[in-house]
Structures are given as structure tokens and as C-alpha cells.
Antibody, heavy 124, light 107 residues
Framework: QVQLQESGPGLVKPSETLSLTCTVSGGSVSSGTYYWTWIRQPPGKGLEWIGYIFYGGSTRYNPSLRGRVTISVDKSKNQFSLNLNSVIAADTAMYYC????????????????WGQGTLVTVSS | DIQLTQSPSFLSASVGDRVTITCRASQDISSHLAWYQQKPGKGPTVLIYAASTLQSGVPSRFSGSGSGTEFTLTISSLLPEDYATYFCQQLNDYPRTFGGGTTVDIK
């Protein structure tokens, strides 16, 4: 069973960089056609897709984050990471990592494994 | 971006009730829609993908239907463990987007 676990600081100051890591167990970030994904949910609001890194290393981001986001992978540690720079209070949210998988039989994708989330507060 | 409108945003139901949640897309997304369940303090889990395919291990009281712009999630007979928040996600285009969520509460 694949498991994902987010880790990182729970408090970040405005204008600084938010850095989170997702550790994957029970599977490899290097294998298969998976999209290793970050999602966030501000308190009391809906979910926002941040972006992914494909197992081959390509990335895709939500344009709403205006170039502030970078997702990278560390294959040696079986982890992938999120960096969000120039944070503001509106970046306060529960951050989730997840795996998006393409199911050949149905010809569709889904987020089939999620972490439990980590709350990041942006405040001075 | 593709907007997903979920309704209702909140519903109260009793154990044994049939519950239906709707998700409407702002444009045609074929069958590229998934449904998730989230309980307090936990990460979401997938119930349905490709609009109507039950994820392995998910009870058969959950079902999904629809294509194009209108989709439904149905719980045929609500059990106590089904009290949770449900949301839809489109995986037809980028950026991926989610519905606003439906919280199912005890009546």
C-alpha cells in the first residue's frame, strides 16, 4: 500500500519561502506513470491544485500561483518537494501531497493516494 | 479554468437515507471526473473515478454517474461512517479543479 507523508515548518513568515517535503513509502517516485502532486486547502475554503512533477521529471503548475512555485523530486530519498516563494497570508492552508495515476482501463486519471496533510500558517 | 459547482454544499440525512450529490462542470469534461471523501483530520480518499468506476475497496453503496457537464454521486443507504465531506474533481484539463464540497451531517 502506497503511503504519503508531508513534513515541513508549520509557520512561515511573509515574503519568505514555504518548503514542504512528501515522503513516499510502499512505492517509488521513479517508477510508473505517476504524477506526484501538491494540493492545498485554505481554512474554510475549497481545494486548489498546485501542480505536479511527473516521474520523468517534467512539471506543471497552476498559473494562479504566478511563477512562485517549484516542485522537485529526490529519487535517492523517495521524496518530492514543494517550494512556494514570496508567501503571503493567503498562502495559509492545509497542504496535501498526492499521487495522480492514469488508469488505462478507463482512460482516466485520479488522485489515488493522499497524505493526511500539513497545516502551514503564514504570519510574522 | 474549468469551474465545478457542487450542490448542495451541506445536507442533513439519516442513517439509511439515499443521498445524491451533484457536480456541474462549466464545460464538457467527458467522463474525467472523480469523487473523494474526506473525514476530519484525514486526507481525502477516492471513491469514484472516470465518473462511474468504483475504486477498489470502496463499498458498492457508492455509485457515480454522468458525463459531459453533469455528474452525480449517490450513496444508496447512508451508514454512520459515511458522515463526511465529499468533493468532485475534474481531470480533463489543467489546472485540475475541484468542486466546493458537500458536507453530509447527521439529521
Amino acid at each position: 500500500q502506497v503511503q504519503l507523508q508531508e513534513s515541513g515548518p508549520g509557520l512561515v513568515k511573509p515574503s519568505e519561502t514555504l518548503s514542504l517535503t512528501c515522503t513516499v513509502s510502499g512505492g517509488s517516485v521513479s517508477s510508473g506513470t505517476y504524477y506526484w502532486t501538491w494540493i492545498r486547502q485554505p481554512p474554510g475554503k475549497g481545494l486548489e491544485w498546485i501542480g505536479y512533477i511527473f516521474y520523468g521529471g517534467s512539471t506543471r503548475y497552476n498559473p494562479s500561483l504566478r511563477g512562485r512555485v517549484t516542485i522537485s523530486v529526490d529519487k535517492s530519498k523517495n521524496q518530492f518537494s514543494l517550494n512556494l516563494n514570496s508567501v503571503i497570508a493567503a498562502d495559509t492552508a492545509m497542504y496535501y501531497c498526492a499521487r495522480e495515476t492514469y488508469y488505462h482501463r478507463s482512460g482516466s486519471n485520479t488522485l489515488d493516494f493522499w497524505g493526511q496533510g500539513t497545516l502551514v500558517t503564514v504570519s510574522s | 479554468d474549468i469551474q465545478l459547482t457542487q450542490s448542495p454544499s451541506f445536507l442533513s440525512a439519516s442513517v439509511g437515507d439515499r443521498v445524491t450529490i451533484t457536480c456541474r462542470a462549466s464545460q464538457d469534461i467527458s467522463s474525467h471526473l472523480a469523487w473523494y471523501q474526506q473525514k476530519p483530520g484525514k486526507g481525502p480518499t477516492v471513491l469514484i473515478y472516470a465518473a462511474s468506476t468504483l475504486q477498489s475497496g470502496v463499498p458498492s453503496r457508492f455509485s457515480g454517474s454522468g458525463s459531459g457537464t453533469e455528474f452525480t454521486l449517490t450513496i444508496s443507504s447512508l451508514l454512520p461512517e459515511d458522515y463526511a465531506t465529499y468533493f468532485c474533481q475534474q481531470l480533463n484539463d489543467y489546472p485540475r479543479t475541484f468542486g466546493g464540497g458537500t458536507t453530509v451531517d447527521i439529521k
